[in-house]
């Protein structure tokens, strides 16, 4: 994890504030577009920023999507064609998945979310591209964060981006020739934010997303705020934050209260007790599905990206995750955290984990050892 200075970092709150900045980006690219996503979905936001795309395209822009071969599963009958025909690139990755297969080699997917226009901007977070409503009738958007950065963070993550793209067309067969990039990173100073680009991957940077926030917890002095969508973390991780509270500092969870993944949830949640016993602040967030990865150390340390915090994010997935050393940015997204804390969520207690019926609770047992049993055929089972 290599921090550089001189970037401009701003804080994008759902797809509210995401969706027009990514669109008016996409609208003024001149030269080339990557654009890597775990979903893109053929709904009205996903055909809104496809538009954009084919707008590109049609100026000349060479325009390079990947998407995940599971995640976005309906995306190659709905929108992969009508791209590829207004001369739009698309990269399937790993498009090959079996449903109740739980090798660990069909488990690794792509679950970055993250775009470079030009060389000269980027988006980095949690938010696919789908619509911030969804499911249907939802009355609150989904909540989740992105950031949008310019300046000499640009070098590694375009050099990601055009690294993956290479990768997965050489691995394709049928697209073995090398794409050379149409523009060089712009990295002239852009503000004064030291940040750090960092990646999961299953090479040379399979724990690097972890030892960040490991680094992190074990430096931290006052506080931990962590607000992550599937939190399922091993026993390092549980440690670690148990040692920070044991030490003074205070530990704050926001974890999802409507789930979207209910095995999980409630895997999750057999969790609980541990992390009240060791003195956490736990809420669970209810006003819509929190699909945030985002953490604030201190506030001055902060992260924002698509890793979760569970053994799929954690050892299996392509994930990106931003690292901001600034204490303005960290304040910002901390206020927005409590914001939400304030707005949608609810603190539970040890008192209150003792009420819940014995069937909840026994449900929730059944659940851990469901998703323990799991990650042991994949063979993550030491690793977690």
């Not at 025909?85 to 080699?105: N, T």
Request: with cysteine.
């Amino acid at each position: 994890m290599q921090f550089v200075g001189g970037n401009a970092v701003a804080l994008l709150e759902n797809g509210q504030q995401y969706f027009p900045a990514l669109e008016a980006a996409i609208d003024g690219a001149g030269s080339e577009i990557f654009l890597q996503s775990y979903i893109f979905e053929s709904d009205r936001t996903g055909r809104r920023i496809a538009a954009a795309l084919v707008r590109a395209a049609a100026r000349g822009v060479a325009v390079r999507v990947m998407v995940d071969g599971f995640g976005g599963r309906s995306f190659v009958s709905s929108l992969m064609p009508e791209l590829v025909d207004a001369g739009v690139q698309v990269l399937i990755y790993r498009r090959e998945v079996r449903l109740l297969s739980l090798q660990r080699h069909r488990l690794r997917r792509l679950h970055r979310k993250l775009v470079v226009i030009d060389g000269r901007q980027a988006f980095v977070g949690g938010i696919n591209i789908i619509d911030d409503f969804a499911p249907h009738g939802m009355p609150h958007p989904r909540y989740d964060y992105a950031v949008r950065i310019e300046g000499p963070l640009l070098a590694p993550i375009l050099a990601s981006a055009h690294r993956l793209w290479w990768l997965v067309a050489w691995a394709s067969f049928r697209r073995r020739e090398y794409h050379p990039l149409r523009v060089e990173a712009r990295v002239a100073p852009a503000g004064r934010i030291r940040a750090a680009f960092v990646l999961r991957d299953n090479l040379r940077y399979r724990r690097a997303i972890e030892e960040a926030y490991l680094l992190a917890i074990e430096r931290a002095e006052r506080e931990i705020l962590i607000a992550n969508a599937y939190f399922f973390p091993g026993r390092r991780f549980r440690q670690a934050l148990a040692e920070a509270a044991a030490r003074g500092v205070r530990v704050t969870l926001l974890l999802q209260g409507l789930a979207d993944h209910p095995m999980q949830a409630y895997a999750t949640r057999a969790l609980y007790p541990y992390f009240l016993g060791c003195g956490m602040r736990l809420y669970e967030y209810h006003r819509s599905h929190l699909h945030a990865k985002v953490a604030v150390i201190d506030d001055c340390w902060a992260t924002v990206g698509s890793s979760n915090i569970d053994v799929f994010s954690l050892m299996l997935a392509r994930e990106a995750n931003v690292v901001i050393d600034d204490r303005a940015f960290a304040t910002q997204l901390r206020a927005s955290l409590a914001r939400a804390i304030e707005a949608g969520a609810r603190e539970l207690r040890t008192s209150d984990w003792q009420r819940l019926p014995a069937m909840r609770r026994a449900l929730s047992w059944v659940a851990y050892q469901l998703v323990r049993l799991a990650i042991g055929f994949a063979g993550l089972g030491r690793h977690h």
